[in-house]
């Protein structure tokens, strides 16, 4: 890791991208045109087949370090590798498709100076629908006022993209910092479950991330509903895992682990 001063620590970047070829300009550009200059970029290129290298070639920025995978490995895995070339004191996320308005790195770091005990920081959003060109305001401080409860039920929690993530020192409950690769989709909420286990998230009201809303055929919705059915029911077991009072019986946190597991194979052989 490193060394930077306290009060404008290095903050490393992640994306992780394939066949981002549409999105992926706008995404580097905003974040290189970010009002906090000690960053960098940690861009994982999963394989891409389309023009997503020749693109990214473009930028001669130092800021900027990709990596392509030999194959094909998926987010989570992509995700996983970028968190260990990251350098940074702090881990922004961003999705190849959104992009960060100009104050978002900055902004996240004085919240951060403000409450040092915090590891996880969110914001609010705009939502922009592709399809119908329209611009919506996700204010997630009211959105997730009941976040535990939304955890608990499984639920979608805190926008992935709008994440900043303190990073853990060795000795750490929270450390090595790792998404679960048992989770190809949903891994983002798995980490916020393990994060927000030992320390309560800071939401930011300012909108400091625009997203993208893309609009998927019938057949795939339902087969994503099937593939997020799921997902939900393991996160439920997850939270379970982690929330349950320090003196439960390990055999209970032992079956919600089962659980996990049976539920993987299910989604396996289905889909």
């Known amino acids: 890791m490193q060394k930077t001063n306290s009060q404008f620590p290095l903050v490393s970047v992640l994306i992780s991208v394939f066949n981002g070829d549409e999105y992926i300009e706008d995404c580097i550009q905003s974040i290189l045109s970010q009002d906090y200059e000690n960053l960098e970029i940690i861009l994982i290129d999963d394989c891409s087949s389309d023009k997503t290298s020749k693109i990214i070639n473009k930028f001669k920025d130092k800021r900027l370090r990709t990596f392509r995978n030999k194959k094909n490995l998926g987010l989570t895995k992509s995700l996983n590798i970028g968190l260990k070339k990251c350098r940074g004191d702090y881990i922004a996320r961003i999705d190849h498709d ?16 403000k ?36 955890l608990k039920r499984g639920q979608g929690c805190f926008l992935h993209s ?14 090595p910092l790792k998404y679960d690769e048992n989770f190809q989709i949903g891994q983002d909420q798995a980490l916020w479950i393990k994060i927000i286990s030992k320390s309560d998230p800071i939401i930011i009201e300012e909108p400091l991330v625009i997203a ?4 998927s055929s019938s057949i795939s919705y339902k087969r994503s509903i099937l593939r997020m059915f799921i997902v939900r029911f393991r996160l439920i077991c997850l939270y379970n895992y982690y929330f349950l ?20 194979t299910f989604l396996k052989r289905r889909l």
């Not at 959104?98 to 104050?103: A, E, F, P, S």
């Not at 993530?165 to 409950?173: E, Q, V």
């Open 98 to 113: 959104d992009m960060c308005l100009k104050n978002r790195i900055s902004y996240q770091i004085k919240e951060f100076q």
């Open 115 to 150: 409450n040092p005990r915090n590891f996880v920081c969110f914001s609010s959003y705009y939502l922009w629908d592709i399809k119908n060109k329209s611009k919506q305001l996700i204010n997630e401080s009211k959105n997730n006022k009941n976040y535990r409860e939304r």
């Open 162 to 175: 709008t994440a900043m993530i303190k990073r853990p020192l060795k000795g750490n409950l929270l450390y």
């Open 212 to 215: 993208r809303r893309k609009h």
């Open 245 to 264: 009072d320090s003196g439960a019986l390990t055999i209970i946190k032992a079956t919600f682990l089962l659980l996990i597991e049976l539920s993987k």
